[in-house]
């Protein structure tokens, strides 16, 4: 499968920028006052005095805080602010290249170095407190949902996208405050890295605790291509809709295009 480009140098604080950006505002604003690794990205006419909803992505495994650009574009290049902290483990054969622990002690870094990321774009970007997301693909998906069980309260929905429910011992619980938490599980037909034997499990973990999870599963009208574990625009047209229909408080439907279905790529190994 596809890489994310390896030739990117290797920068602690990086920002996306957009041409149609107001570029003193996004010179002032180039990093969060954090030590995290991280990229940030703005929106397309950005507005410096708009409240944003802020997007925080977890990549792949095999990859980087860069696959973040090739998300936002396809997800949605105006209505979000959003950052993707660096995963916590080196993989051994790519000196750029990461990826997601599985342990409990890995968790607990994702979810140290989210929030401090999430901090940071409070105290440094015109952010709504009150429509922060958490977002991943693959095993940054299982990732996005365990954090937002663990802080329902402060998170306004949660995206994962072929990421297999979470299950560590205790991470439901706080299931009483998680049946609030609005979370789109969405998976593409043929899939390894999240099977319809996950996408069961979930389906019926989440009837039972009384979740508020919507779920998709996709696959390509031509299927012109096989990669059923690769990230596609169909996924993430639906993931828009869910994020937008949360922030203006209104239905959203989720079914996407098929027809113009096909890969964002160059994504990491899941």
């Given at each position: ?19 149609a ?22 929106p ?16 792949s ?15 949605s ?36 170095v989210?929030w ?6 409070l ?9 922060i ?42 299931w009483?405050?998680i ?6 599980f ?10 319809e ?22 696959r390509?009208?031509q ?30 439907n989720?079914?996407p295009?098929v ?6 790529g160059p994504?990491?190994?899941?």
């Amino acid at each position: 499968m596809n890489r994310i480009p390896t030739l990117l140098a290797p920068v602690v604080q990086n920002v996306s920028r957009s041409s149609a950006c107001d570029k003193r505002e996004v010179d002032r604003l180039t990093h969060l006052t954090t030590s995290v690794h991280h990229r940030l990205y703005y929106p397309t006419n950005f507005v410096p005095t708009y409240d944003y909803p802020l997007v925080v992505w977890l990549h792949s495994q095999d990859s980087s805080e860069h696959e973040l650009d090739y998300v936002m574009n396809a997800l949605s290049d105006q209505n979000y602010l959003a950052v993707a902290p660096r995963a916590n483990r080196r993989c051994k054969s790519k000196r750029r290249i990461f990826k997601w622990g599985e342990n409990v002690l890995d968790y607990a870094f994702a979810e140290d170095v989210v929030w401090e990321c999430i901090e940071s774009a409070l105290d440094n970007l015109p952010v709504r407190s009150d429509r922060i997301f958490l977002a991943g693909f693959g095993h940054g998906g299982t990732i996005a949902q365990w954090i937002g069980w663990q802080s329902p309260d402060s998170v306004a929905g949660v995206v994962s996208l072929s990421g297999p429910m979470p299950s560590l011992v205790g991470s439901m619980t706080q299931w009483k405050s998680i049946k609030e938490l609005p979370v789109l599980f969405a998976q593409r037909k043929g899939a390894t890295i999240c099977s319809e034997t996950d996408l069961s499990y979930a389906m019926h973990m989440a009837h039972r605790s009384s979740l508020s999870y919507r779920f998709l599963q996709l696959r390509s009208e031509q299927d012109s291509f096989g990669e059923a574990d690769e990230l596609s625009t169909g996924m993430l047209a639906a993931a828009n809709r869910f994020l937008m229909g949360i922030v203006t408080d209104s239905e959203s439907n989720l079914c996407p295009e098929v027809s113009r279905d096909h890969l964002v790529g160059p994504f990491g190994i899941n």
